[in-house]
């Protein structure tokens, strides 16, 4: 079992009561605005503990009760809709030293190529559009070669084509790295189009969960 | 133009206000960055204690601290212990009473300037790999620069106006703790009003360069964008 877990959360009027197991890569997760897919994104990733009872990553115990991982150990990156900049950094500095703080960095010069982030390097997050800026923040992810990545509408802001390169590009690190991904989107078709399963979410409770292609052997699954 | 008195005096202030406002930043940074990270009714007890500097009349400080610092207080007995003698009317004693006199000019500058890194920013960087001394050098450190400086640069001017207290617990010592406010306070008294003219003169100017000064910094940072 890849990621296992299980929320209980309550706010003033909103409830989330989720168990997930998920064992595949790339996994969709729909709903609509309100329906608890950001905190469950953030849940996993360690940023919202009071809303896990438990989550386990790979036979890893992330989170049961009092007990934390760490944030550091999880690698588990969550890229929220706006993207998390540096104010004070430019893009190569961004890059540069998400690979300086990781043990085994991906090629820096490799995913600046891959992202066509080249013209991008000299500015600040200030000077860059917000589908920019989520580019930025998703090479910045995949340098540090996460285990685990929860994309809250984190490619939203990149027009069709911009989306589809970017996609593309995730695909192949996803194959090569093999991590995990959850990938929240209003956007049926795009989940549709990429992921092997998908989490449907209504109010806080699971609405239903369907694989969407016919698994050949976990690593075969290309979009068309 | 300046007699050595008055030398002296203006040196003592100025010596004064940058002491009393370097050790103030290092005291109060962390316990500022604490207050910035979230509300709590502790945290609502600790910023009212702090900003009581601001409201109350200078002699109600000035009279605990005589108090504090008289020969047989408990604060005094424990400075003897470790061979420190008491501060009264001692240049070390004025220090310690500027700190706490330009308190909330130090600590609500830098809560507001941490105020602005937002925990979502630390925690992301924390998640890519950073472990805190390199949040601290890359993220912490140049995004609360521009709050230290205004901290300091305030909390250093008014330090400089410095009057009640130092008329409630140093007394006058020349070069001890007779600082501009209380030399121009004399010469009125004793109705040597030309003096009087040009030490407040020179404090006017002084101060309101200094303010000047650090409201074109403020600008310039602001037109950067943070770069």
């Known amino acids: 079992m890849s990621l296992e877990l299980k929320l209980n959360w309550s706010a003033s009027s909103f409830s989330l009561q989720l168990d997930l197991q998920l064992t595949h890569h790339w996994i969709g997760v729909y709903g609509q605005s309100g329906s608890g897919k950001t905190t469950l994104l953030k849940a996993v990733a360690g940023l919202q503990p009071d809303a896990a009872e438990h989550c386990s990553f790979r036979g890893e115990l992330w989170q049961q009760g009092q007990y934390q991982r760490s944030l550091s150990s999880r690698k588990a990156l969550y890229l929220a809709p706006e993207a998390l900049l540096m104010p004070h950094k430019t893009a190569l500095q961004h890059l540069q030293l998400a690979s300086s703080w990781s043990k085994s960095p991906e090629d820096t010069a ?33 340098i540090t070669r996460p285990r685990l990545l929860l994309l809250d509408e984190a490619v939203a802001h990149l027009d069709d084509q911009q989306k589809a390169a970017v996609l593309k590009q995730l695909k192949q690190y996803q194959q090569q790295q093999g991590f995990m991904l959850l990938w929240v989107s209003h956007q049926m078709e795009d989940l549709c189009l990429y992921c092997q399963e998908i989490v449907w979410l209504k109010q806080g409770q699971l609405q239903q969960q369907q694989q969407l292609w016919p698994q050949q052997q976990g690593q075969t699954f290309y979009a068309i | 133009m300046l007699y050595p008195a008055e030398w002296q005096a203006l040196l003592l202030t100025v010596k004064l206000a940058l002491l009393s406002s370097f050790f103030l930043l290092l005291l109060t940074a962390p316990l500022a960055w604490w207050l910035s990270r979230g509300q709590s009714t502790g945290r609502n007890a600790i910023n009212a204690l702090l900003t009581l500097p601001l409201v109350l009349p200078p002699t109600v400080l000035g009279f605990y601290l005589v108090l504090l610092f008289s020969p047989d207080s408990w604060f005094s007995q424990l400075l003897r212990l470790a061979g420190i003698e008491a501060l009264a009317f001692r240049f070390e004693g004025l220090v310690l009473a500027s700190m706490l006199y330009s308190l909330p000019f130090v600590v609500q500058p830098l809560q507001q300037g941490f105020a602005q890194i937002a925990q979502e920013l630390l925690d992301q960087n924390r998640a890519l790999g950073a472990n805190s001394w390199q949040l601290m050098a890359q993220l912490v450190w140049p995004l609360s620069r521009p709050a230290l400086f205004s901290a300091f640069i305030l909390s250093f001017a008014h330090t400089l106006g410095e009057f009640g207290i130092v008329l409630m617990i140093g007394g006058n010592i020349p070069g001890q703790t007779q600082l501009l406010s209380m030399l121009i306070y004399d010469q009125v008294e004793s109705l040597n009003y030309a003096r009087a003219h040009l030490l407040s003169g020179l404090l006017l100017l002084f101060s309101f360069s200094v303010l000047f000064w650090l409201y074109q910094q403020q600008q310039g940072q602001q037109q950067r964008g943070h770069k």
């Open chain 1, 110 to 142: 490799q995913i600046i190529q891959d992202f066509e982030l080249q013209p991008l390097l000299a500015l600040y997050p200030s000077q860059l559009s917000s589908g920019q800026q989520q580019k930025l923040a998703l090479a910045q992810a995949l």
